[in-house]
């Protein structure tokens, strides 16, 4: 019967094949059954003695969080709550603060705050610990927890007590939640020079930097002298669309690879003929808390010579993380299945990405002192197959001689953003080089 079934399903060709894949199935799986034996006798040791009646959902749910999180950071199970969550978020519209957190040892740490939110106008840095919401002790309890309790209904308001490096006694921010529909590209013109800021890769990203880079050359009746790329504080997000807004300013050559468990299990992305920047020079600014989409964005046009990477190091988030929907579809298993490399074969995962030129946010007043969260500081991270040396993760918020002014010198000069600012007077010098030699070629734009 067995050999029936299986050739109806068009799995084997003899009968012959059934007892050597029975045999290496039993001796692959006789240390399975014994480990599975071990956690029923502990569910139902648990079920029989533990002070209160517990119910079996409860217990097989701690059991499935406890699995994933054993493997890395990223790797989790939505329950339906958490499903409607994410989709929502991708979908670049929810209630809440706009904060990117993560868990360490039991506590919230904030990773970055998404520029504009709430949470970035009310003060809360990457670093800070969030040990209560309004005013109860959140510790110990999961990611998703911690999330659903600071989203509410917009305009409604959340306490919450931060500790900060740096700050002898923890302190209270006061936050009133909106929608979270800040737009994933905006543009804007200085000095000639496009400036787009990116601060997420929904399923939007991609077509609306080519609206803000038409935009652009409307207002300025042509191409600009080059492009700025905002990258700052961008947690990431789709895979796709980091490959089509790179895409937008590339000519040719690997965008990204991710490589699965197996050696066959590669998938490489390319870029498309046609540079819609039409060539101009191109700045992309990283920050600690460019992560993940953000990062191969920066990689790519920094191995392909196509940008000047300015800022800091980045988060160093390598890898990928697959959504498999479970059951009826409401539920899903946010699974690691692959790293993700560069067009030059390096991973990012753990030592991030190195700018071309590092440039301190002078007109932060904490940037020296501020504690930075990046991959290499969440506990069970991958790690980098290649190795990071001591030198690339080390703190980066040091002084550097390059730029001695300071944050009143520079807030009397009207300057709020000096990394922004660098950038912009960067592209500004590269246009007068350019014109005292020969021009850029125009390369055909895509619309």
């Known amino acids: 019967m067995a050999s029936q079934i299986l050739r109806s399903l068009g799995l084997v060709s003899a009968v012959a094949f059934i007892p050597v894949v029975t045999a290496a199935l ?68 929810y209630g809440g603060l706009g904060l990117t957190v993560t868990m360490e040892d039991g506590a919230v740490k904030v990773i970055a705050a998404t520029r504009g939110t709430p949470a970035d106008q009310a003060g809360v840095r990457p670093g800070d610990f969030i040990t209560h919401i309004n005013g109860q002790l959140f510790f110990g309890g999961t990611l998703d927890e911690a999330v659903e309790r600071m989203r509410g209904q917009p305009g409604t308001a959340v306490r919450l007590t931060i500790v900060r490096a740096g700050r002898e006694r923890p302190f209270d921010v006061n936050i009133t939640r909106a929608i979270i529909d800040i737009p994933a590209v905006r543009s804007e013109v200085r000095d000639r020079v496009g400036i787009l800021t990116v601060t997420t890769f929904n399923r939007n990203t991609t077509e609306m930097a080519q609206r803000a880079m038409a935009d652009i050359e409307r207002q300025l009746g042509g191409p600009p002298l080059g492009y700025v790329i905002d990258l700052r504080s961008n947690p990431g997000g789709l895979l796709d669309q980091a490959v089509g807004l790179s895409d937008l300013f590339l000519e040719r050559g690997e965008i990204v690879s991710q490589r699965g468990r197996r050696r066959t299990d590669i998938e490489r992305f390319y870029a498309r003929p046609g540079d819609a920047s039409r060539g101009v020079p191109i700045v992309v600014l990283v920050d600690a808390g460019s992560a993940s989409a ?57 030592g991030g990405i190195t700018p071309d030129v590092a440039v301190p946010q002078l007109t932060d007043p904490d940037y020296r002192s501020r504690n930075r969260v990046r991959e290499s500081d969440l506990r069970r991270h991958l790690v980098n197959e290649a190795s990071v040396r001591d030198d690339v993760i080390r703190d980066d918020g040091r002084p550097d001689p390059r730029f001695a002014m300071t944050t009143q010198e520079l807030t009397q000069r009207g300057i709020t953003d000096f990394q922004l600012h660098y950038a912009v007077q960067t592209l500004a010098r590269l246009s007068r080089v350019q014109t005292a030699g020969a021009a850029p070629r125009p390369t055909g734009s895509r619309r």
């Open 294 to 350: 953000a990062e191969i964005v920066a990689a790519a046009l920094q191995d392909h010579r196509r940008a000047v990477v300015m800022g800091e190091r980045s988060f160093g988030k390598g890898s990928v993380q697959t959504l498999i929907p479970l059951g009826s579809g409401s539920t899903a298993l946010r699974l690691t299945t692959a790293r993700y490399y560069t067009p030059s074969g390096r991973s990012v995962q753990e």
């Open 26 to 93: 039993a001796q692959a799986d006789v240390s399975s059954y014994r480990e599975m034996d071990q956690f029923m006798s502990v569910m139902e040791r648990v079920k029989a003695e533990y002070v209160d009646q517990v119910d079996d959902a409860t217990l097989i749910r701690g059991a499935i969080d406890g699995m994933l999180s054993s493997l890395d950071p990223h790797s989790s199970y939505l329950d339906e709550r958490g499903f409607r969550s994410l989709m929502t978020t991708t979908d670049g519209n």
